[in-house]
RNA sequence: AGAGUCGCCUGGAUCACCGCGUUAUGUUUACAUACCGAGGAAAGUCCGGACUCCGCAGAGCAAAGUGGUGGGUAACGCCCACCCGGGGAAACCCGCGGGAACAGUGCCACAGAAAAUAGACCGCUCAUUAGCAAUAAUGGGUAAGGGUGAAACGGUGGUGUAAGAGACCACCAGCAUUUAUGGCGACAUAGAUGGCUAGGCAAACCCCACUUGGAGCAAGACCAGAUUGAUAGCGCUUGAGAACUGCUCGUUCGAGCUAUCGGGUAGGUUGCUUGAUUCUGCGAGCAAUUGCAGAACUAGAUGGAUGGUGAUCCAAUCGAAAGAUGGACAGGAUCCGGCUUAUAGGGCGACUCUUCUU
């Protein structure tokens, strides 16, 4: 789980992340990036679960493992960065799916700065 | 043993490691330790309350809701018991169950002759005319028979008649009035009298009785912060506008209000969980429920905690086995009492009928 420091809460950080970060896609999830972003607390995630992804408990679940799989990864980005994954379907398992993306959003990175 | 009816409970379990939220303690501002951490429906948001705010809520009209009787409850549209009607062999189940002459209006599809102050399609029958006759035509009488329909203006038997008919009689059903008995009451049972007979729909308008001030935790309180413009109209005690309130009257407040354009905020603390609470025992009551005593504390998040991985057991499915798959409906958001809807599997109790044995 993502301890409290590391969670993304704000509505406009939010609207900010996904309106200027770095976007990378996959069939069930989509990635926002938004690095520099001036506070330095540690890379913060938010999470979006649409409601057609399932019912209350399907949604909860999903948020769960993902923040879950997401924790392990965070040592990989910079402090001043805001994370929000999005997701547009349900899935079983979003292991691989997730790794990929990191992987791809860090070469965009790269490539931008 | 079989078939069935009703009610209630349960809703996977244990362990290890890594995590998350509240609270407490300790160092101290980030960690450590300890405790606790979703449901029977948390759901739908359909009723009823608590709680909060509003200029303490007046009269009339309108509107909405409820509708057998008695009881329970903080309250209810809920629950219990009983009555009535319907279904079942029974346990038991179902019912939005006031008023249909003593107010009035309306509707009753299709079929059928006719759907409500009746009605003559077929049939039955009488008279007259025509005809040798069968029969036909015309004018009457007739609701016993036929067919239609969810429903056809009492039923059965007789007297009677040209044929028939509550026209008359007996019994039965039902209606109205009334008496007695039982019951708190809805009502029931028994009798008397009357006239021979009265369709359904009030989830159609309507009538009767009772109930209802409005808004809701994004209620409300505190802290911090931002905007604090432009144009037009009305008004400043000769009263704009606002509240009760949907309308009228009335009462009260009252110096700003309304429309368009432009701009801004929605951050934190609190409300926030000890309550019509839960459990146990002893009483009251057929029951719903309730009195007294003792014990217990059982989520409180706010982009929103209860998760991940592994192992064993349990139930289920597949399979000869080894083994494999894999866990119903579903996630708190101020809190209670109900209702409704969803729900794999498992368990317990009471009762009815049939068969067998004693």
Same mark, same amino acid.
């Given at each position: 789980?993502?301890?409290?420091?590391?969670? &993304?809460?704000?509505?406009?950080?939010?609207?900010?992340?996904?309106?200027?970060?770095?976007?990378?896609?996959?069939?069930?999830?989509?990635?926002?990036?938004?690095?520099?972003?001036?506070?330095?607390?540690?890379?913060?995630?938010?999470?979006?679960?649409? %409601?057609?992804?399932?019912?209350?408990?399907?949604?909860?679940?999903?948020?769960?493992?993902?923040?879950?799989?997401?924790?392990?990864?965070?040592?990989?980005?910079?402090?001043?960065?805001?994370?929000?994954?999005?997701?547009?379907?349900?899935?079983?398992?979003?292991?691989?799916?997730?790794?990929? &993306?990191?992987?791809?959003?860090?070469? %965009?990175?790269?490539?931008?700065?």
């Amino acid at each position: 789980m993502l301890p409290a420091a590391n969670r &993304l809460r704000n509505g406009k950080d939010f609207a900010r992340t996904t309106r200027n970060g770095a976007r990378v896609t996959s069939p069930s999830l989509v990635l926002y990036v938004l690095t520099r972003t001036g506070n330095s607390t540690g890379p913060q995630v938010g999470l979006i679960v649409n %409601k057609s992804v399932g019912g209350s408990v399907v949604r909860h679940r999903v948020a769960r493992q993902l923040r879950h799989l997401i924790a392990p990864q965070l040592h990989k980005f910079d402090q001043e960065t805001q994370i929000v994954i999005r997701t547009l379907r349900m899935k079983d398992s979003y292991t691989a799916e997730l790794e990929d &993306l990191i992987e791809r959003v860090q070469k %965009k990175l790269l490539v931008v700065s």
